[in-house]
């Protein structure tokens, strides 16, 4: 199985700054299938990013992600009121397809 | 536009079987090309794919769960369904069910989601 590991567990910015967040994998995979999720309390995730760098409908571009092998990462280049959520990342290359355990993005 | 709904007991017994329904509406399930699936998210175990099902192939399981899980499409009702046997309280989470993006390794990319279900096992 593959392990994702999210840091920082808690990342504290203001609105406007940026923010990199951080996924690695225990194992490399070959392909580009990393996606990243947005969660707020009381909601389902919602997908931002699939395929390591594609953003999903409706996504503002201020949401970016890149990586390869076994590290990943989304960037928020500037944050918005909206933004600070939970974010989980998901690889689906190999079975079972795990998330990692999500970065709190607070409001500084 | 597509919604998706769980319905089901919020409470089950230890050793007992979890039974759970996705009613799909504003699509038909039968003429779909998707993979429909249920994902968990828990305190302890965070969010964890339990599995998914085809119109017509076989469904995909968790390894994790596979031994105690069954995962049905029921086109005449436009519903999926999810029974897990033998459950302990490390089964306690929040069910969810989700359509994915498409198909290939797309069918565990969720982008349609239900709210949820908070499911507790307790005596």
């Known amino acids: 199985e593959i392990v994702l590991t999210q840091s920082p567990a808690t990342l504290s910015l203001s609105p406007g700054e940026r923010a990199t967040l951080s996924c690695g994998a225990s194992q490399s995979f070959g392909s580009r299938y990393m996606a990243w999720y947005q969660q707020k309390p009381g909601l389902a995730p919602r997908l931002l990013i699939y395929d390591t760098s594609r953003r999903a409908t409706g996504i503002p571009g201020r949401f970016s992600g890149s990586g390869s092998g076994t590290d990943f990462t989304l960037t928020i280049s500037r944050l918005e009121p909206e933004d600070f959520a939970v974010y989980y990342c998901q690889q689906y290359d190999t079975s079972p397809y795990t998330f990692g355990q999500g970065t709190k993005l607070e409001i500084k | 536009q597509l919604q998706l709904q769980e319905s089901g007991p919020g409470l089950v017994k230890p050793s007992e079987t979890l039974s759970l329904t996705c009613t799909v509406s504003g699509g038909s399930i039968s003429r779909s090309s998707y993979y429909w699936g249920w994902i968990r998210q828990s305190p302890g175990k965070g969010l964890e794919w339990i599995g998914s099902?085809?119109?017509?192939?076989?469904?995909y399981y968790n390894p994790s769960l596979e031994s105690r899980l069954s995962i049905s499409l029921d086109t005449s009702k436009n519903q999926f369904s999810l029974k897990l046997t033998s459950v302990t309280a490390t089964d306690t989470a929040v069910y969810y069910c989700a359509r994915p993006v498409g198909s290939g390794n797309y069918y565990v990319l969720f982008d349609q989601w239900g709210q949820g279900t908070l499911v507790t096992v307790s005596s």
């Open positions: 099902v085809y119109i017509s192939g076989k469904p």
